[in-house]
């Protein structure tokens, strides 16, 4: 990417709309309600050949103390800051209002490289509104629709030659690509995959609202990236940042928090859960974020749940330590409440942490690195049917209906999470007991806790070819049995 373009403006003038149109995607929230977008959103943008890192911001609204809209406005103001060009969007069909008027002002000051556009032009209703951006002493404003993709000719224009004086800072900062095998990695194609630049280890943070995701995503980053307060349901977005913690290149999601589905009635809420569960998804490790207050609710268990199924290395951190008195009791509490509630995910890490303070980041980043490597964990067909042949002699698999059934061998077909396929007779009549009992077997021998563990029961063909055919009637059977006798 070759330099960064963020978007501002007051509220509901278009930005995210705009941001859509630049990804190609519908990753930012969009609705008529002003206000929705809260948090920085940062995606890859393509215009015609120019490739560039877009990024949407909250609207600017003049309010400098610490409420909620402050602290929106002063995460918007660094974006500025951060930003290589700023794109100014004011809405033509209203005009230009007072509160537009001062933020002119201020990215004149902040910002190298200013951009006017008047958005929502299409139409004769908006050309007094275009005329009258002249007023903000920001040069001419590009007449553009974001809803409808006119004016982004007009916008490409602009950029074309400010982009060509990042082309040289993009080269130096570029991921690292076509990486060069050792003769050990070449042979070893099933080995663990190395987090780089290029394909960063992805981290999802999710948890009931006000768990304090934000916080700690923060406290990672070393920088107050994500907009946080006392307030429940600040993050709406489900907002992607690159970092590298302890050296190891990661993209974490952070997600809106999800209340029971019964509780969420407002349509934009339905669509930041449904945003957060689209992260789960794309993550690689999931870390479930409890209140050390409220542990364990019915809707963490859910989102543990939902993780699992998914297929993603999980790991649960209890968050708000720093204000826990009887901290050995209530460890013990947890633990015993994680294995009773939670049984699908034995061994698990469970980590406590700080996001206030910082503490318990390291063990935090040892237990994802950790449920990375078990999540890619691959386990020779020798070893497989050696341990089987054990765990049969231990406990040999039932018999219902009086149909012995025979495990032949197993072996692994896929990793991220580990699948096994075990192929045998009367597949359909494995009890789930003797799958229960296989795969905790291999979470112990194997050493896998806590990821997900997939195994299939599949039947084998008989090697006999004739098996299924009709046999010949015993009177022609005979006729041609006595013609080879007469021959």
């Not at 934000?214 to 907009?227: A, F, K, W």
């Not at 406590?352 to 990375?372: F, N, Q």
């Amino acid at each position: 990417m070759s330099f960064t373009l963020a978007i501002v403006g007051r509220p509901n003038v278009g930005k995210s709309t705009l941001f859509n149109r630049l990804v190609g995607k519908r990753l930012a929230l969009v609705d008529d309600q002003p206000g929705v977008t809260r948090d920085l959103r940062e995606g890859a943008a393509r215009l015609a050949d120019l490739r560039f890192t877009v990024v949407d911001t909250a609207g600017l609204e003049e309010v400098t103390d610490d409420s909620l809209q402050g602290r929106m406005r002063r995460l918007t103001e660094r974006a500025v800051d951060m930003a290589d060009i700023c794109l100014f969007m004011v809405d033509a069909r209203v005009g230009i209002t007072p509160s537009d008027l001062v933020f002119a002002d201020i990215l004149r000051k902040r910002s190298a490289h200013v951009i006017l556009a008047a958005n929502k032009a299409e139409g004769k209703a908006a050309d007094a509104g275009v005329i009258e951006a002249y007023s903000l002493g920001l040069g001419e404003p590009i007449r553009m629709s974001a809803e409808h993709g006119e004016g982004l000719n007009d916008l490409y224009s602009v950029l074309m030659p400010l982009a060509d004086g990042y082309a040289e800072r993009a080269s130096d900062d570029a991921p690292e690509t076509d990486v060069d095998l050792t003769e050990d990695e070449a042979e070893d194609p099933d080995a663990v995959p190395v987090p780089t630049n290029a394909k960063p280890l992805q981290v999802a943070v999710v948890g009931r609202p006000n768990a304090g995701k934000s916080t700690l995503i923060n406290q990672i980053m070393g920088e107050d990236r994500l907009l946080t307060g006392p307030e429940a349901g600040i993050t709406r977005d489900a907002i992607s940042l690159r970092t590298e913690w302890n050296g190891v290149p990661m993209r974490i999601f952070d997600t809106a928090g999800m209340r029971k589905k019964a509780k969420v009635q407002e349509k934009l809420e339905k669509l930041s859960v449904s945003d957060g569960l689209r992260a789960v998804k794309f993550a690689e490790v999931v870390v479930v974020l409890l209140d050390a207050e409220i542990p364990f609710e019915q809707q963490d268990l859910r989102i543990a749940d939902l993780a699992e199924r998914e297929g993603r290395a999980v790991i649960i951190a209890v968050n708000k330590w720093d204000i826990e008195d009887e901290r050995q009791a209530k460890l013990k509490s947890l633990k015993e409440s994680f294995e009773r509630l939670l049984p699908q995910l034995r061994g698990a890490p469970l980590i406590t942490v700080s996001a206030k303070t910082g503490r318990g980041l390291d063990r935090l980043h040892e237990a994802i690195m950790r449920a990375y490597d078990v999540w890619n964990r691959r386990i020779s067909t020798a070893q497989l049917n050696r341990w089987l042949a054990g765990m049969m002699e231990a406990h040999p698999p039932p018999a219902p209906q009086g149909k012995r059934i025979k495990l032949r061998y197993m072996t692994q077909a896929k990793t991220r999470p580990p699948g096994f396929v075990v192929m045998c007779s009367h597949p359909d009549k494995v009890p789930e007991s003797y799958s229960r009992y296989l795969v905790n077997g291999l979470r112990v021998d194997f050493d896998m806790p806590g990821t997900p563990i997939r195994l299939w029961m599949r039947g084998q063909n008989d090697a006999n070819p004739y098996k299924g055919r009709k046999k010949a009637p015993p009177s022609k059977l005979r006729k041609h049995t006595a013609g080879r006798r007469r021959d």
